[in-house]
């Protein structure tokens, strides 16, 4: 236990990754009280919506007119994601807060549903990105690693895999002159169990020791929260979570599951192990609670309905 962190960043991911998997299509007000709330419970950091197709994600129809309406607020970095070079215009020119990304996965049967290429292409595919972002001026990459842990597809995916592409990665920036700043592995089909999370983050770490990690936890099968734990035993400041457990992807094959873990939920859990989050317990239950109403439907998150055992900041 020596190695957890004193402080953990929580990025929220619902409002794009919970809301794409919902069958109530949100109204732009409705997405903008909901990041207000998120914001006024702490969040730093938001992911607000994605540029993607339409036609394929029609819950992020209105990504544009989110930022249009949003009040932006010093030190809150709203983000978003793209797929393609259009979606990133469309991002610079609504406004987002850029950061240089870069998104594969293990699975080359998920990669193929998910983007409609194979991981050798989408490596491929990653200088054109690098010439795009140093238009930006961005230099320091985010790559993030979807099924890094396993997939509904094709079964657990060795840590091997996972310090294979890394290394590849990390190689293609030296040589156009990036750094790699954050590896985001991702249980995107809820694979993961705690043992195992350990083993692919110690892989990660015993060759690149100062490589930052960050993780994208799944509750699919119950074991986000302890998944989540074994990742700040090993010393992981940085996570991704979804108010009241929104989420999920819609090309993981697991219609019906539970999404990403919930931010009351691992915000809760660090404030009672004494890891400062920064946020405001009170307040990510009022959000949760917003939420559940406008989606319509019940969310899995348990302490919005529980309640929290200490009042106030974590």
């Known amino acids: 236990m020596s190695d957890l962190p004193t402080h953990v960043h929580i990025m929220e991911v619902g409002p794009r990754d919970g809301l794409q998997m919902e069958a109530r299509h949100l109204a732009t007000a409705d997405k903008v009280a909901l990041v207000e709330h998120l914001a006024d419970a702490g969040l730093t950091e938001i992911e607000v919506g994605s540029f993607v197709n339409p036609?394929?994600?029609p819950q992020m129809a209105n990504t544009e007119e989110v930022f249009a309406a949003l009040p932006r607020r010093p030190g809150v970095a709203y983000r978003a994601l793209w797929l393609n070079r259009r979606g990133l215009e469309r991002a610079v020119a609504?406004?987002?807060d850029l950061t240089a990304k870069l998104s594969m996965a293990a699975s080359d049967t998920f990669s193929r549903k998910n983007v409609g290429r194979s991981v050798e292409e989408t490596l491929a595919a990653m200088p054109e990105w690098l010439a795009i972002y140093a238009e930006e001026g961005l230099r320091d990459v985010s790559l993030s690693i979807m099924t890094t842990f396993g997939c509904t597809y094709e079964g657990y995916v060795p840590e091997t895999r996972t310090v294979e592409l890394i290394g590849r990665v990390i190689a293609l920036l030296d040589e156009h002159g990036f750094r790699l700043a954050e590896a985001d592995l991702a249980d995107t089909t809820g694979w993961a169990n705690p043992l195992y999370v350990q083993r692919v983050i110690g892989a990660v770490r015993d060759r690149w020791p100062d490589l930052k990690i960050k993780l994208h936890l799944h509750d699919t099968r119950g074991c986000g929260i302890a998944n989540a734990l074994a990742g700040l035993e090993m010393g992981v400041d940085r996570f991704d979570a979804s108010i009241g457990g929104l989420g999920?992807?819609?090309?993981?094959?697991?219609?019906?599951?539970?999404?990403?873990?919930?931010?009351?939920?691992?915000?809760?859990?660090?404030a009672e192990m004494g890891l400062a989050t920064g946020l405001d317990l009170d307040r990510l239950t009022e959000a949760a609670r917003f939420a559940e109403e406008k989606v319509g439907r019940p969310l899995p998150g348990k302490v919005f309905r529980a309640g929290h055992v200490h009042p106030g900041a974590a």
């Open 55 to 57: 036609a394929r994600v």
């Open 94 to 96: 609504t406004g987002v």
């Open 248 to 270: 999920g992807c819609p090309f993981a094959g697991l219609k019906g599951a539970a999404g990403n873990i919930a931010t009351e939920d691992f915000a809760f859990l660090c």
